[in-house]
C-alpha cells in the first residue's frame, strides 16, 4: 500500500515535471529519469530491484478499472458496474467503447496490449485476469 | 456477432485506435473528436462487403492524414 502510493506520487511528480518542460523542448525520458531518484527514497531502492514485478493485487487492479469505467461518459448505468459486468451486456458499450476502454486500461497500467489480447478482453473480470498475467503492469 | 473476416476487423480497429490518438491533440478538444469519431465508425458498421469496407478504411486514412497536417 506504501509502495504504491509511493510510486503513485513519483509518477505524478514525473507527469508534472514532464510538463513544465515541455516548453523548452527537454527530452522527457531523462527528466523524469532524474525526478524519479530524487524522490524516491534509498530504502524504497533498495526494497525493489527493477526487474521485480511491481505486485498487483486483484483488488487494488479491479478497483482502478471499476474506477476507470465510472469515469467514462457512455457506461449507460453506473449503477451497474461491478467486478464481474461485461462491457456490451452490462453497461451498454459497443465495440468501438470496448477499444477505448482497453486503450484507456492500457494507460492505467502503462502497458501494452496486443490486438489479439485486445480482442479477447469483453469484461471487466476478463480484464483484471489479462492484468494480474502481466508482470510489467503499474 | 458474426466476424467473416477477423483481419479486417482488426485493421478497422487499429486505424481507430490511431485516430484515437491522434485525437488527444486535437485543436478543438480531445472530448470534441472523440464522439464524432465514434459516430463516423458506427455509421459503417452494417458495411459487410469487403470491398466496402476497404474503401472505409482508406477513408480513415485519408482523415488521418488530414489531422496529422493540421
Redesign the interface.
Known sequence: MFRTALLRSARRATSQAARSSGAIARPVVPSSFITKSRFAPSAFQAARCYSAAAGLSKPEVEGRIVDLLKNFDKVSDPSKLSPTSHFSNDLGL????T??VV?AIEEEFSIEIP?KE??AIHSVDKAVEYILAQPDAH | MANPNPALRREVIAIYKELLNLGKAYPLGFDYFRPRLHKAFASNSSLTNEKDIRKGIERAEFVKKEIEAL
Do not use: K
Not at chain 1, 459497443?94 to 467503447?97: A, F, G, Q
Open positions: 459497443d465495440s468501438l467503447d477499444v477505448e486503450m490486438d485486445a480482442d
